[in-house]
């Protein structure tokens, strides 16, 4: 095939016009403390480089290299977003020193001397020596710009060994493993590292980077060594290693006090490292061009697609800071594809689907429809060269695979909500058909789950295949189970569409086998039934108050409470299995209710997906008020502004997704053309489709800032009376449309039209 031609992102094109800039109301630093670990440096939408701190506290995980405390190791180019498990790149970095230094390769670290100061595409860090660090980046290069205090030596450390380090001990940790490192005459440098694991398990991977300085070195010096031997300089100005245990890289020093360092990096070359940052950021660009040009970028193509009347600032923090969290991963690296040529988009730093697909690849389809074709189109194309969808992936490599193939439901979410253009559909669905038919061999066993794959693919579907449902010799069988349910659920509406009629038949059929784990016998708070781990025997007891587990137990982060609640395509049968509406009322109740899960919190859990669409589950059984009333609960009561404004880790802006969504009023139902409709906070909502296409949602009788009259009173959808909680994509998403909301203290009883459907309920 013919090698598509390289992603081009030039950072210096002229200021975008903007009448409004929207990056005044993000908060960088939101989210990062508390768990939630998003990233606050500097990048651009779905940019490859991601340049920020790297701060080292023994014991403590830095998984996107933020920490409040700690003392930094550096300042690199490559970083995860809001990510859990174990952290991921810190690759290509550089650290400010002051004075002579003996050893480089000897843990140096360099304390923070007062808190960070960040805005979108600008970070300002200074350390305990008096080196003050601003950085900004473009899509594939970083600016850093030192200032130095006065009459110091300034050096700038440049360790190709530089990784983010896990204390977990989970084996997880990252690994150097050798690379080369150049000075040339003109003083820039170019090499590459090697580094493997991380959360994905990754074998070997390599990045390449090529660095300019814009003052003359007084002296640049290579330096080898280990940890034993202590540093070499080397006297050709090349170093070049094959073992984690030499450490290779250089020291830069300055007599000048102001210093600015261009960096470029790649996937396939150095040659590509340096024309990515003589592309992007050309010798004699200033750090406020590439400032400026990054807010325009940001504003232009991510903060302006939703737009409001409102103006309370902390509603607008928290509107415009989760647009921008939800962007900053997957990367686009199209052009920067090193496994295959291929003239298809490529997009990885997936991380991962299991935390995206409920609500944030939907939320991705209406904010960015072009950026998702290609996304779609670049998980179409890795099943092509590497045979399987990742359900997550970084570093070029798939892994890890907590649940079902969940790639499938974002592909079916895309085609039912008619997402054509260059897709090729069939290959699309022969992927999904490889995930639903072909276990994945289990080459290099996860010693946490070492029973099947976790690299990709459904490694539990000898069972499932075989018996319906899927036994404890498969770990995490039974949230494995539910999942597997619904991604049979995406390959029918797939199958269907094609106009597969067999394999239609055969998929929705094998939807409904999470039903084989349903014991109705199964008690818990004074309700019965649950899904439950089950063998040829029969059901295996559990407490679903206590049976929320990890990688080897039967529900992967989340109780039998929780995943009782997953298969919402066959969501009439559940509401029969449970006993009927009433009593549904009574079982969702009971998960919002403080203490009922024998503590002081609730069963419900706001900082884990396959809780998500909980609260909106009352819109099945005609209580959409309630909906509207446990949501806003949750939005308002565990979502806030600063540091420690998120509920628990962000999974790569998946928290951020979820209260957009609350933020505009509906929820969707994944692989459905179904929006739930609760209740949108502010007066006024503009939601930009593109091609010239909006959303306009306008809510009058609240407060504009959804904290009170939040109960919806009557609704008009397209001038229309509306009388469903639910609408489609054709109603108001396909074509634009328009929602006009009359809120309330008090609910009403105004939708009174069939109720959501329920697809594979219909026997």
């Known amino acids: 095939m013919v090698l598509i031609a390289p992603f081009v992102a030039p950072l210096l094109f002229p200021a975008l016009a903007q009448s409004v800039d929207y990056t005044q109301h993000v908060d960088v630093f939101s989210g990062t403390e508390n768990g939630g670990n998003n990233f606050p440096g500097v990048a651009r939408p779905f940019g490859m480089v991601k340049l920020g701190p790297d701060l080292l506290n023994q014991g403590t995980d830095a998984y996107s290299g933020y920490l409040s405390n700690g003392a930094f190791s550096g300042f690199s180019l490559m970083h995860e977003q809001g990510t859990g498990g174990a952290p991921k790149y810190g690759t290509v970095s550089q650290l400010p020193l002051v004075g002579n230094i003996s050893n480089p390769f000897s843990g140096l670290t360099v304390g923070r001397a007062v808190a960070d100061q960040g805005s979108v595409g600008y970070y300002k860090a200074q350390t305990t020596d008096g080196v003050v660090v601003e950085l900004s980046a473009s899509s594939r290069a970083g600016i850093y710009q030192y200032t130095f205090p006065e009459g110091k030596l300034g050096n700038i450390l440049v360790d190709v060994s530089h990784v983010l380090p896990s204390f977990r001990g989970q084996g997880l940790g990252q690994g150097y493993k050798g690379g080369n490192f150049t000075i040339f005459p003109d003083g ?10 991380g959360w994905n398990r990754a074998p070997n991977w390599n990045i390449y980077f090529c660095g300019y300085f814009d003052a003359p070195a007084i002296s640049s010096e290579v330096y080898k060594g280990t940890d034993v031997n202590g540093s070499v300089v080397q006297p050709n100005g090349i170093a070049a290693s094959t073992s984690g245990d030499t450490r290779i890289g250089g020291v830069f020093s300055f007599n000048a006090t102001q210093v600015v360092s261009r960096v470029g990096i790649s996937w396939i070359s150095t040659e590509k490292a340096c024309s990515n940052v003589d592309g992007e950021i050309p010798h004699g660009t200033d750090l406020k061009t590439v400032v400026d040009d990054a807010k325009a970028e940001w504003n232009s193509k991510v903060l302006s697609k939703i737009t409001t009347t409102n103006t309370n600032e902390t509603s607008l923090s928290l509107l415009y800071t989760s647009l921008y969290f939800m962007h900053l991963i997957p990367t686009n690296q199209t052009g920067e594809n090193p496994g295959w040529e291929s003239t298809e988009p490529y997009y990885q730093d997936i991380f991962t689907l299991w935390d995206l697909f409920r609500c944030s690849t939907a939320l991705m389809h209406i904010l960015q429809p072009v950026a998702h074709e290609e996304q779609i189109r670049s998980l179409i194309d890795i099943w092509r060269f590497e045979g399987y969808l990742p359900d997550a992936r970084s570093s070029n490599y798939n892994g890890r695979t907590q649940g079902g193939s969940n790639a499938d439901n974002v592909l079916a979410d895309a085609y039912v909500k008619g997402v054509r253009g260059a897709v090729n559909w069939d290959d699309g669905y022969r992927a999904m058909v490889k995930d639903a038919e072909v276990t994945p061999p289990n080459d290099n066993p996860d010693p946490m789950a070492p029973d099947s794959s976790t690299k990709e693919g459904r490694g539990a579907l000898p069972d499932w295949l075989a018996l319906g449902y899927i036994t404890p010799r498969f770990t995490r069988a039974v949230s494995r189970a539910v999942e597997y349910a619904a991604n049979d659920f995406g390959l029918y509406q797939v199958a269907a569409g094609l106009g597969k009629d067999d394999d239609a038949e055969k998929y929705l059929n094998r939807s409904r086998n999470w039903r084989n784990h349903w014991n109705e ?145 509906l929820y969707p139902v994944t692989g459905q053309t179904t929006f739930l409709i609760h209740s949108p906070w502010f007066e006024s909502l503009t939601v930009d489709l593109g091609g010239c296409k909006k959303l306009e949602i306008t809510a009058t009788g609240g407060d504009g800032n959804g ?57």
Request: aromatic share 14%.
């Open 188 to 197: 820039h440098y170019e090499g590459h590292g090697v580094y493997d694991n």
């Open 707 to 763: 904290d009170s009259g939040y109960y919806v009173q009557s609704l008009k959808v397209n001038g229309k009376e509306w009388k469903k909680n639910w609408l489609t994509w054709d109603d108001i998403f396909a074509e634009g449309g328009t929602l006009e909301f009359e809120l309330g203290d008090t609910p009403v009883d105004w939708a009174t039209g069939e109720l959501p459907p329920s697809p594979a309920s219909e026997d």
């Open 521 to 665: 016998e199964q008690e818990s708070l004074g309700f019965s039934g649950f899904v439950v781990p089950r063998n040829e025997s029969g059901f295996i007891a559990t407490d679903p108050l206590t049976d929320s587990g990890y990688w080897g137990n039967p529900y992967y982060e989340a109780s039998s409470w929780a995943y009782s609640w997953a298969d919402v395509h066959d969501m009439k049968k559940l509401i029969e299995l449970m006993g009927g509406p009433e009593t549904v009322v009574n079982r969702l109740n009971t998960m919002f209710t403080e203490g009922a899960n024998g503590g002081s919190g609730m069963i419900f859990d706001p900082t884990n997906e396959p809780m998500f669409s909980i609260p909106y589950l009352y819109n099945y059984v005609n209580r959409q008020d309630l909906s509207v009333l446990q949501s806003r609960k949750i939005a308002k009561g565990y979502y806030h502004t600063g540091p420690t404004g998120l509920p628990g880790n962000s999974d790569a802006g998946a928290m951020q997704t979820w209260l957009l969504w609350n933020m505009i009023g």
